[in-house]
């Protein structure tokens, strides 16, 4: 079988994504094409065309299931491939731009919505990494709709595709090793992007909180940066350095030893519909701490959830902090990992 495996905006967890499926999946034939995560607006709407002057000969092939993500203009391809629409056509959803928060000084994305909903059109099927994922798409398409002059019933058609989506997590690679226990139960991590929609400020008010009132805690600070960066890392740069043994990216190997070495690993997030960092932080042993809100009541047990302000993060923390033994055992991971998935992904390329 022939797979043409499509990723228009080729953010680190969705190369992660690939890379693992086409190892993992390794009984088919597949062909990759994938796109850099840069110039978002440009990328989402000019993916077909970027594809056309560049991959023209390889979309030209026959294939029997293309596989894309949900920021794929698979519609538009379609019509400058007609050929592919004989495939199979499976949409990947690692995120939907309905339920992304919008900050005061963005537009409303409604060139990205649009294509996140032409893609769901022209598709076979439908795939979620999470049941949140699925239904926020749907729930923010439906209203979407309503704001078209003609008010046309969405209601009927888009529960129809919703009932019928699947839901299949991104999977975690297995570790070569197990887990130590919670060796450094007084470290905090943060490894997530450096945006606003991590919602940075409510996680570094609480820091300072505990730094004030002189609760002990160590600090690592990990995650991806990019150019423009909230100016609350300044500050928290200046005024957590007592706390800190760790500031910035990290090389793969340091990253991985970091998280080996436990800690508590804190999101207090505005989005997210998977969180992968989150998940491989605590399959290394480290304890997750999330609000309880978005894609988190699915993924994790009560214990390792707050209600998602400053002060049910403040509370939750100080007590972890000034009580290690307090905190919850190890979470277990082997249900996010690749031999829980991977028939289910072999069966969804498939399935006729």
């Known amino acids: 079988m022939r797979v043409l ?11 992660y994504w690939a890379q693992s499926l ?14 850099p995560p840069r110039h978002f607006s440009w990328r989402i ?30 519609a538009t391809l379609v019509g400058l491939f007609p050929h592919l629409g004989r495939a199979r056509k499976i949409i990947y959803f690692h995120e939907n731009q309905f339920a992304y928060p919008e900050s005061s000084d963005q537009i409303s994305q409604v060139e990205a919505k ?3 909903l032409y893609a769901a059109l022209a598709a076979d099927t439908l795939v979620f990494n999470t ?7 749907f729930d923010g398409a439906r209203q979407f709709l309503k704001k078209l002059p ?10 129809r595709l919703r009932q019928q989506a699947k839901v299949l997590p991104v999977p975690i690679m297995p570790l070569g090793e197990t887990p130590h226990a919670n060796t450094h139960p007084r470290r905090i991590i943060w490894n997530h992007r450096w945006e606003y929609d991590k919602n940075p400020e409510d996680f570094f008010a609480v820091l300072f909180k505990l730094s004030e009132q002189q609760v002990p805690f160590e600090l690592a600070v990990l995650g991806q940066r990019f150019r423009d960066v909230p100016a609350i890392f300044a500050e928290a740069e200046e005024r957590l350095t007592a706390h800190t043994i760790c500031w910035g990216p990290q090389p ?6 970091l998280l080996m070495g436990g800690g508590i690993v804190v999101s207090t997030t505005w989005h997210e519909f998977q969180g992968l960092a989150i998940m491989e932080a605590a399959q290394r042993g480290a304890i997750p701490l999330v609000p309880d809100r978005l894609c988190f009541p699915e993924l994790y047990p009560n214990e390792y959830r707050f209600d998602g302000t400053q002060e049910g993060l403040y509370q939750r923390l100080r007590a ?23 028939g289910a992904y072999r069966a969804l390329l498939m399935e006729h």
Do not use: C
């Open 150 to 159: 003609e008010n046309l019933p969405a209601a009927k058609p888009l529960e």
């Open 252 to 257: 793969e190997a340091e990253y991985r030893a």
């Open 131 to 137: 049941t949140y994922n699925r239904d926020s798409f």
């Open 45 to 74: 709407r000019g993916n077909p065309l970027s594809w056309w002057l560049k991959e023209y000969e390889t979309l030209s092939e026959s294939y029997e299931v293309v596989l894309a993500t949900s920021m794929v203009d698979i």
């Open 320 to 342: 972890w902090l000034i009580d290690p033994v307090s905190q919850p055992s190890l979470l277990a991971t082997e249900q996010w990992q690749w031999p829980e998935w991977r």
């Open 114 to 116: 649009m294509v996140n």
């Open 5 to 15: 495996l499509l990723s228009a905006y080729e953010a680190v967890s969705h190369r």
């Open 22 to 35: 086409m190892a993992e999946v390794d009984d088919v034939s597949w062909t990759l094409l994938s796109l």
